[in-house]
C-alpha cells in the first residue's frame, strides 16, 4: 500500500529553528509536495521537490531523498503566524497526489 | 485568498435533508476536485473532473454526487447523509499537463455538520 508518515503535532519556541520530517512509501515517485493549512483555512503551497537535495525559499527550506524516501520542511526564525498545519503529498507513478495527516505546529512565545 | 471559492462555509443539516456545495475557481485551470478532510486524517480525495470529464471516483458512496457544468464551476450535491460524514470538503483546481504533476490551489472548504 502506500503511505505517508508525518508526526502529529510539534511545538517550537518562537525565533527558534524545526524540522517537521515526512518518510513515504508509494507506488512510484514524482515530487513532493508541502502544504501549509491554517485554522479554518485553504492548504496553501509551499513547495515541490523533485530532485534530491535542499530547495530553499526564504525562512521555509525543504530537503529531498528519494533514495531514503524522506523530506523534511526545515522552518527558521520562527513567528507565531507560523502555528499552523503542514501537509506532505507525494505524487506517485500515476500521477495522483498521496497525502499525509498533516504536522500541526504549535509556536509558543 | 488562493483564487478558489467556496459557499457555504458552514453547514448544518439533518439526514434526510438534501444540500448542494459550491465551489469557483477564477484561475483558468483545467482540473477540479472535491477532498474530504476529517480530523487528524490525511485529506481524502473524492472526486476529480479534467475539461469536465469526471476522472476519478474514489468509491464515494451514492450519497455523494458531484457535477461539473463547465472548468470553473464544481458542484458536491449531498442528500441522506450520515454523521460520519461530517468533515471539512475541501475543493481545489489545478492546470493538468500531460505527464507532469501540477500544484493544486484549495478553496478555505465547507464546515459541514450532520445531525
Known amino acids: 500500500g502506500q503511505n505517508i508518515d508525518q508526526p502529529t503535532e510539534m511545538t517550537a519556541t518562537e525565533g527558534a529553528i524545526v524540522q517537521i520530517n515526512c518518510t513515504y512509501q508509494t507506488s512510484g515517485f514524482n515530487g513532493l509536495f508541502w502544504y501549509q493549512q491554517h485554522a479554518g483555512e485553504a492548504p496553501t503551497f509551499l513547495s515541490y521537490?523533485?530532485l534530491d537535495g535542499l530547495e530553499e525559499k526564504g525562512r521555509f527550506s525543504s530537503f529531498l531523498s528519494r533514495s531514503k524516501g524522506y523530506s523534511y520542511l526545515l522552518l527558521k526564525e520562527l513567528q507565531m503566524k507560523d502555528s499552523a498545519s503542514y501537509l506532505c503529498?507525494?505524487?506517485?507513478?500515476?500521477?495522483?497526489?498521496?497525502w499525509g495527516a498533516g504536522t500541526k505546529l504549535i509556536i509558543k512565545p | 485568498e488562493t483564487g478558489v471559492t467556496q459557499t457555504p462555509r458552514h453547514l448544518v443539516m439533518g439526514m434526510t435533508n438534501k444540500k448542494s456545495l459550491k465551489c469557483e475557481q477564477h484561475?483558468?485551470?483545467?482540473?477540479m476536485y472535491w477532498y474530504k478532510q476529517s480530523a487528524k486524517k490525511p485529506l481524502e480525495l473524492m472526486f476529480v473532473y479534467n475539461f469536465k470529464e469526471q476522472t476519478e471516483n474514489n468509491s464515494v458512496p451514492s450519497r455523494f454526487s458531484p457535477e461539473c457544468p463547465n472548468s470553473s464551476h464544481l458542484f458536491l450535491h449531498l442528500h441522506t447523509l450520515q454523521p460520519e460524514d461530517s468533515a471539512l470538503y475541501l475543493c481545489?483546481?489545478?492546470?493538468?499537463?500531460?505527464?507532469?504533476?501540477?500544484?493544486?490551489?484549495f478553496g478555505p472548504g465547507t464546515r459541514l455538520l450532520v445531525l
Open positions: 503529498a507525494v505524487v506517485d507513478s500515476n500521477y495522483q497526489l498521496i
Open positions: 521537490n523533485v
Open positions: 484561475l483558468g485551470h483545467n482540473a
Open positions: 481545489a483546481s489545478s492546470q493538468v499537463l500531460a505527464g507532469a504533476p501540477q500544484t493544486q490551489y
